[in-house]
C-alpha cells in the first residue's frame, strides 16, 4: 500500500545520505553486507560507513572493472556486496565485468550507480549516462531499478540486501523529490499508480516522476486526465500494470532521464506490441550524447520537462 | 598423495584423461591445458585443502583458473579427483553439458566461472578477501596465462591484492611463451613477469613449471610469507607431453581424433 506525499516537494535529505544510513542499518542486521568504492566514497558520503564497520568498506581505487570482479568474487564466499562508482563507470566502463563475473557466474552483487543522466550536470558529457539503464537491461536476470525517492531507496536497498543476485540501482546522490510518505509499500517488479487517469498514462522514474505529476496537473486543468505510473523497477518490467493501462486508457507517454533506445519507452513499447497494441509515445534524450550544464539547462536542452510531456501526451491523443 | 612419483604420475593421467576429453568432441584448447598438467597435479595431490565429497565446504583452498580455456585440464583432474563421474568428461562441450570449455561454476569443484581474460584475477582477489573477512585460513589459488597479463585488469587485480595485504592469495602465471597468435615476444612482449609482479609489491618466485617438486617447494615458501600475496611464475611449454605440438605454432587450439588420443596416451607413457 502506498500513501503519497501531498505536495510536490524536494526531500530534506540528501539521497546519497540515506543510501550510507540505510547501508550501516542492513550491516548491523547482517554481517555479511559489505560495501565498496572506487574512489568515489566521499562523493555517495560514505565516510560513515567507512568509520562504523573499516574492516567491512573496501575502497578499490580507480578501478572500476576490479571492483566489480572483487565484489563477485566476495559474494562467493558468502558475502553481500554493496558496489558504488559514477553510473557510467559502473556499467559502461566494467560492463564484461559486470555481465560475465556478476551475471553470467550467477552471483550476488549489488551495483549502485550514481548521478544518472541529466543528475552528472557539471560533470559533463563524459560522466552522464543515457545508456546505462539498457545496457544492464540486457544482462539475463538482472534486477533494474531507481529509486523514486528516500523511502522507495530504503526499501529498494533492503529488498537487495535480502535477494540473491546482481542488481542494478540507478541513484541520484542530491535531494529528490518526495513521492511518497513513511510507512508506504513497494514490490520490486510492481509499478506504483500514483495518480488515476483513464483518457491516458504517462509512465515514468526516477526524476522524471516529478515531472510526470507536474504534467497531469498541468493536462487535468485542460480537462484531461492523467495515469501516472511510477515504474521504479524498469527491469523486470510490470507487464500487468502496462496492459491495464493500455486497456483502460488506450494511449501511453512513457517519460525517462535516458536515451529513448534501450530504456523504459523500449520495454514498454515492446509489452504493447506484442499484448496490446495502442498509441504511445516516448519522453527522453533523443540517441545524443550529454553535454555540460546545470540540471535545469540540461532539462531544457534534452526535452526533459513536463511541458515537454504535455505535447507528447496530446500527440498520443490525437492518434488515440 | 605428495609424493613426488606420485604427483608425476597424477600429472601423466591428466594430461591423459584430457586428451581423450578433448579428442570426444574433436577439437578444443590443448596446448595451455597441457601446460598447467603439473601444476593441477601438485595442487590437487596434496596441497589443496579439499573434500571432493564437500566440493562447496567454506574452509576449503579454492583454485580459480582465469585462462578459462584451459578448462578441460581442470575438468580432467576434478574427474580423477571423484568429484564427478570420469564419463562426464565425454559430455565436454556437448548439448546441455555441465563441462563447457572455458571453466564453468555450476560444476562440481570448479570454484569460479571463467573465460574472459584478466577477470579471475578481481575474482580471486575477491574470494581471498571475503574469506579473511570471514576469518577464515584458507588459501586462495589464482592460475593465469602468460598472454593473459596482457590483459590491464590483471595489474588492478595485482595493485589490489598488495594493497590489501593478501596473503592467503598465491598466483601462478603459465608462462609457456605463446598466446593464441603467436609467441607472447612477437605479439604483446611481456617481459619478465616476476619482476612485473614484484615491482605490485608481490613476492615473487620464477620455476620450472613442468618440476612437481619445484612447485611443492615453490608453494611452501610462498606460504611463510605474511602481509604480501606470492606470485610463482611457472617457465612451461605450450602442449606440454605431445610431442610434435610442444612449444610450436598452432597449438592453442587444434583438432584431434580418438585415434591421436590413444596413441598420445601410448606415447606418453612410454616415456614415463
Same mark, same amino acid.
Given at each position: 500500500m502506498i500513501k503519497l506525499a501531498n505536495n510536490i516537494d524536494k526531500e530534506p535529505i540528501e539521497m546519497r545520505k540515506v543510501y550510507t544510513a540505510t547501508l550501516i542499518e542492513l550491516a548491523k542486521e547482517n554481517e555479511n553486507i559489505v560495501a565498496l568504492d572506487a574512489d568515489l566514497m566521499s562523493a555517495i558520503a560514505m565516510g560513515d560507513f567507512a568509520k562504523t564497520y573499516p574492516d567491512r568498506f573496501i575502497?578499490?581505487?580507480?578501478?572500476?572493472?576490479?571492483?566489480?570482479?572483487?565484489?563477485?568474487? @566476495?559474494?562467493?564466499?558468502?558475502?553481500?556486496?554493496?558496489?558504488?562508482?559514477?553510473?557510467?563507470?559502473?556499467?559502461?566502463?566494467?560492463?564484461?565485468?559486470?555481465?560475465?563475473?556478476?551475471?553470467?557466474?550467477?552471483?550476488?552483487?549489488?551495483?549502485?550507480?550514481?548521478?544518472?543522466?541529466?543528475?552528472?550536470?557539471?560533470?559533463?558529457?563524459?560522466? @552522464?549516462? /543515457?545508456?546505462?539503464?539498457g545496457l544492464m537491461r540486457l544482462i539475463p536476470n538482472a534486477v533494474v531499478v531507481e529509486p523514486t525517492d528516500n523511502t522507495v531507496l530504503k526499501f529498494v536497498l533492503k529488498e537487495a540486501a535480502k535477494t540473491y543476485g546482481?542488481?542494478?540501482?540507478?541513484?541520484?546522490?542530491?535531494?529528490?523529490?518526495k513521492v511518497y510518505e513513511e510507512g508506504s509499500s513497494f514490490t520490486i517488479g510492481k509499478a506504483?499508480?500514483?495518480?488515476?487517469?483513464?483518457?491516458?498514462?504517462?509512465?515514468?522514474?526516477?526524476? @522524471?516522476?516529478?515531472?510526470?505529476?507536474?504534467?497531469?496537473?498541468?493536462?487535468?486543468?485542460?480537462?484531461?486526465?492523467?495515469?501516472?505510473?511510477? @515504474? /521504479?523497477?524498469i527491469k523486470p518490467i510490470d507487464k500487468d500494470a502496462v496492459i491495464k493501462a493500455a486497456k483502460e486508457t488506450g494511449a501511453i507517454v512513457t517519460t525517462e532521464n535516458h536515451n529513448i533506445i534501450g530504456g523504459l519507452g523500449e520495454a514498454v513499447a515492446a509489452v504493447l506490441a506484442e499484448n496490446a497494441p495502442i498509441p504511445m509515445e516516448r519522453v527522453g534524450v533523443n540517441d545524443v550524447f550529454g553535454k555540460v550544464g546545470t540540471q535545469d539547462y540540461l532539462a531544457k536542452e534534452f526535452n526533459l520537462t513536463a511541458d515537454e510531456i504535455v505535447q507528447k501526451v496530446k500527440k498520443v491523443l490525437e492518434r488515440k | 598423495?605428495?609424493?613426488?612419483?606420485?604427483?608425476?604420475?597424477?600429472?601423466?593421467? %591428466?594430461?591423459?584423461? +584430457?586428451?581423450?576429453?578433448?579428442?570426444?568432441?574433436?577439437?578444443?584448447?590443448?596446448?595451455?591445458?597441457?601446460?598447467? &598438467?603439473?601444476?593441477?597435479?601438485?595442487?590437487?595431490?596434496? $596441497?589443496?585443502?579439499?573434500?571432493?565429497?564437500?566440493? &562447496?565446504?567454506?574452509?576449503?583452498?579454492?583454485?580459480? $583458473?582465469?585462462?578459462?580455456?584451459?578448462?578441460?585440464?581442470?575438468?580432467?583432474?576434478?574427474?580423477?579427483?571423484?568429484?564427478?563421474?570420469?564419463?562426464?568428461?565425454?559430455? !565436454?562441450?556437448?548439448?546441455?553439458?555441465? !563441462?563447457?570449455?572455458? &571453466?564453468?561454476?555450476?560444476?562440481?569443484?570448479?570454484?569460479?566461472? +571463467?573465460?574472459?581474460?584478466?577477470?579471475?584475477?578481481?575474482?580471486?582477489?575477491?574470494?581471498?578477501?571475503?574469506?579473511?573477512?570471514?576469518?577464515?585460513?584458507?588459501?586462495?589459488?589464482?592460475?593465469?596465462?602468460?598472454?593473459?597479463?596482457?590483459?590491464?585488469? $590483471?595489474?588492478? =587485480?595485482?595493485?589490489? =591484492?598488495?594493497?590489501?595485504? !593478501?596473503?592467503n592469495v598465491i598466483a601462478f602465471v603459465d608462462d609457456n611463451k605463446q598466446q593464441l597468435d603467436g609467441f607472447t615476444k612477437d605479439i604483446s612482449n611481456m617481459g619478465d613477469i616476476a619482476a612485473k609482479f614484484s615491482a605490485f609489491g608481490w613476492n615473487s618466485q620464477s620455476i620450472d613449471g613442468h618440476d612437481v617438486e619445484a612447485i611443492l617447494n615453490a608453494i611452501k615458501s610462498a606460504k611463510e610469507n605474511e602481509g604480501v600475496?606470492?606470485? %610463482? $611464475?611457472?617457465?612451461? %611449454?605450450?602442449?606440454?607431453?605431445?610431442?610434435?605440438?610442444?612449444?610450436?605454432?598452432?597449438?592453442?587450439n587444434f583438432n584431434i581424433t580418438m585415434e591421436d588420443?590413444?596413441?598420445?596416451?601410448?606415447?606418453?607413457?612410454?616415456?614415463?
Open positions: 575502497n578499490c581505487g580507480i578501478q572500476e572493472a576490479n571492483m566489480m570482479g572483487v565484489a563477485a568474487g @566476495m559474494s562467493a564466499t558468502g558475502k553481500v556486496p554493496f558496489a558504488h562508482t559514477f553510473a557510467p563507470f559502473a556499467t559502461r566502463r566494467a560492463y564484461d565485468q559486470l555481465f560475465l563475473s556478476a551475471g553470467y557466474a550467477e552471483l550476488n552483487v549489488k551495483v549502485v550507480g550514481s548521478d544518472p543522466g541529466i543528475t552528472a550536470q557539471l560533470n559533463g558529457g563524459t560522466h @552522464m549516462p /543515457f545508456e546505462d539503464v546482481l542488481f542494478y540501482i540507478r541513484l541520484s546522490r542530491k535531494n529528490s523529490t506504483n499508480t500514483i495518480r488515476e487517469g483513464n483518457d491516458v498514462t504517462i509512465i515514468a522514474y526516477g526524476i @522524471m516522476v516529478k515531472e510526470a505529476l507536474l504534467a497531469a496537473n498541468i493536462l487535468k486543468e485542460q480537462g484531461i486526465e492523467v495515469r501516472v505510473l511510477d @515504474m /521504479f523497477t | 598423495m605428495t609424493k613426488v612419483a606420485d604427483l608425476k604420475t597424477f600429472a601423466t593421467k %591428466i594430461r591423459i584423461e +584430457t586428451i581423450k576429453e578433448i579428442a570426444g568432441i574433436g577439437v578444443g584448447h590443448i596446448g595451455g591445458a597441457l601446460s598447467i &598438467c603439473d601444476l593441477l597435479a601438485v595442487l590437487y595431490g596434496g $596441497v589443496m585443502n579439499i573434500d571432493p565429497k564437500n566440493p &562447496c565446504d567454506e574452509n576449503r583452498d579454492w583454485l580459480i $583458473v582465469s585462462k578459462g580455456h584451459s578448462g578441460p585440464a581442470l575438468y580432467a583432474t576434478l574427474a580423477l579427483k571423484g568429484y564427478f563421474p570420469m564419463d562426464t568428461l565425454k559430455t !565436454l562441450n556437448k548439448p546441455d553439458t555441465i !563441462l563447457p570449455s572455458h &571453466c564453468d561454476r555450476h560444476a562440481p569443484g570448479v570454484d569460479m566461472t +571463467t573465460g574472459s581474460l584478466g577477470q579471475g584475477a578481481s575474482l580471486a582477489m575477491g574470494i581471498a578477501l571475503g574469506n579473511k573477512l570471514s576469518g577464515r585460513n584458507n588459501y586462495t589459488y589464482l592460475l593465469l596465462g602468460d598472454g593473459e597479463c596482457n590483459e590491464g585488469q $590483471v595489474w588492478e =587485480a595485482a595493485m589490489f =591484492a598488495n594493497n590489501k595485504k !593478501l596473503d600475496p606470492s606470485v %610463482i $611464475v611457472l617457465n612451461t %611449454i605450450k602442449a606440454k607431453g605431445y610431442k610434435k605440438w610442444e612449444g610450436s605454432p598452432g597449438n592453442h588420443a590413444l596413441q598420445f596416451e601410448k606415447d606418453i607413457l612410454a616415456n614415463e
